[in-house]
């Protein structure tokens, strides 16, 4: 009898243990579902018409619908942006797994970059003109977009003679909105931008 009481205690014991580590398992669940990243609101990007690396326009039009991250570079730029383009390439071969997001790479020195030369610089970061786009126009339209639409820094090296530009990248979502401002130079950026996108994938309800 008493080997019975101690099993029946045993038993309980153990079902007890089994309750209390489901309940704890989804009160963590519930704990973490609720600190779920809400990425802010800073705004919608303006109506822009660029041209592309294959001289074709592009429009805010044609990326509505679609996640995307914008960077800042131009061709003949000895600084930031070999860096830039290539965290942008790594974002890219990731994004590509499950056909998620699309890349937008804007110069900032467009008297110069031209869509043929745009598209020699793209071909040399194995760019796929379907899912990465590299734009250019009329400076005034660029500017308006990175500037005034984008709120990112563009100014002149008059020793140089060449553009100063920020090295950010911004998240834009679905519906033309600017979500996350990340710092290029940051060696974590690809992991945090990735995080970002599996966000609005989430909030988009995107598979």
């Known amino acids: 009898m008493k080997s019975v009481a101690i099993s029946h ?47 074709k326009m592009v429009t805010l039009k044609d990326l509505r619908g679609d996640i995307w991250v914008a960077a800042f570079i131009f061709t003949r730029c000895q600084g930031p942006c070999p860096t830039i383009t290539t965290r942008m390439a790594k974002l890219g071969k990731m994004l590509r797994e499950r056909n998620r997001a699309k890349l937008v790479s804007i110069t900032v020195d467009p008297d110069y970059d031209t869509p043929t030369i745009l598209s020699r610089y793209a ?69 945090q931008v990735i995080r970002d996108i599996c966000g609005l994938e989430q909030e988009f309800a995107i598979n």
């Open 9 to 55: 205690k045993f038993s309980h014991l153990f079902w007890s243990l089994i309750i209390v580590g489901i309940t704890f398992v989804g009160m963590r669940y519930a704990l973490l579902s609720s600190r779920r990243k809400v990425l802010q609101d800073y705004g919608s990007v303006p109506e822009f018409q660029l041209f592309n690396q294959e001289g």
């Open 123 to 191: 071909e040399s970061f194995r760019a796929d003109s379907k899912r990465w786009l590299f734009l250019t126009g009329p400076r005034a339209q660029v500017e308006a977009l990175v500037v005034n639409g984008m709120y990112q820094a563009v100014g002149h090296n008059s020793r140089l003679g060449l553009p100063i530009h920020s090295t950010q990248l911004v998240l834009i979502d679905p519906h033309g909105h600017i979500r996350a401002i990340h710092n290029s130079m940051n060696p974590e950026v690809i992991t």
